[in-house]
């Protein structure tokens, strides 16, 4: 009895995976595809799309284990500072050189920066995610218990985007948060700064990254980004952190360099007293700190991942793409 019972808690279960997000069975799943149909979306083909979509436990799973243990700056640089990482990203530049060109003279974004947060997301396209984003995108959309609503937004955008792309919505691959392509853009990212970089009449981030480079670029200079000023500036500091000062901020920058002056941190280069920078305290592996200045164009870069690790590391592998490159030359 108990294992009839078990069986048929499991042929259930099974019944509910394959039709968990077919509209027919899932009222939500129902009103996500009235609302697109209404905004212009094939009702059959949002049918077809949605009932091939799959539960996956495991992207709830990654999304709650996302909060990863603290790393301190020298163990996340070290993921990223490869001298193959930096390679790749030098050969990355040279076979793109044009659209590399047209990219810095449209938006004002340095090919190094550029081929960074491709190098640092996915290894200039090769490791651009294994989850069907479908799925992913389904699932937290549904079931996530605190972003439903966030997530279908993204869900929404996806299925627009496959459509007016032509492609299949069960054939994209991407991160378990629905991050695609070369650049991981989420699907409201794709739709707001996706760029047709090649004038072929598609904007694709998937498999095209003469499109990754221009929307990337695009993405940078519609946050703001400023053409040709610093990223960030060494600076001396002392052994303790200064309790006037906020350090390792991704918001707006409000501290001036002259309170960061005046509490302690004094940049390498002589700044505008006035100008708005980020404080960064970065630790060493000796269990020093490294002091910088970021300036906005630091703030932008942590529009993409609002982390300051994330936005050092994408500085410092530029940094060392443009050495790499200038050696090259």
């Known amino acids: 009895m108990v294992g009839s019972l078990a069986l048929a808690g499991w042929c259930s279960a099974g019944w509910a995976q394959e039709a968990h997000f077919s509209p027919a069975q899932n009222a939500d799943v129902e009103a996500l595809v009235s609302e697109l149909s209404d905004e212009g979306l094939p009702r059959d083909w949002l049918e077809d799309a949605m009932s091939q979509a799959t539960f996956e436990q495991g992207v709830l799973d990654a999304m709650a284990g996302a909060a990863e243990r603290r790393l301190r700056w020298f163990e996340y640089r070290d993921i990223f500072l490869t001298d193959e990482r930096i390679e790749q990203g030098a050969a990355f530049i040279d076979a793109h050189k044009d ?51 966030f997530f279908r937004g993204e869900l929404a955008a996806f299925l627009a985007i496959t459509h007016e792309q032509h492609v299949d919505p069960d054939s994209v691959y991407g991160s378990y948060a629905g991050a695609m392509g070369y650049p ?35 993405y940078f200079a519609e946050h703001g980004w400023q053409r040709g000023e610093a990223i960030y500036h060494e600076a001396d500091g002392p052994e303790t ?40 305290a970065l630790e060493m592996s000796d269990d020093t700190r490294r002091y910088r200045l970021g300036e906005f164009n630091f703030y932008v870069i942590t529009r ?23 050696e090259a030359s």
């Open 184 to 218: 991981q853009f989420i699907p409201t990212s794709y739709q707001a700064y996706a760029v047709d970089f090649d004038g072929d009449g598609l904007r694709d981030l998937w498999e095209n990254p003469v499109d990754a480079i221009g929307s990337v670029a695009n």
């Open 99 to 149: 659209a590399m060109q047209r990219a810095e003279e449209t938006y004002g974004v340095p090919a190094e920066v550029i081929a960074a947060i491709i190098g640092v997301e996915t290894y200039y396209g090769r490791f651009k995610g294994n989850h069907r984003v479908l799925d992913s995108l389904a699932t937290l959309a549904f079931h996530h218990p605190q972003r439903g609503r």
């Open 304 to 326: 993409y991942n609002h982390s300051h690790l994330y936005g050092m590391a994408v500085t410092e592998l530029a940094e060392a793409i443009h050495q790499r490159v200038e």
């Open 241 to 280: 952190l200064p309790d006037a000062l906020a350090f390792n901020q991704t918001s707006r920058p409000t501290t001036t360099a002259d309170q960061a002056a005046n509490a302690g941190v004094v940049s390498h280069d002589t700044l505008a007293p006035e100008l708005a920078v980020v404080p960064l």
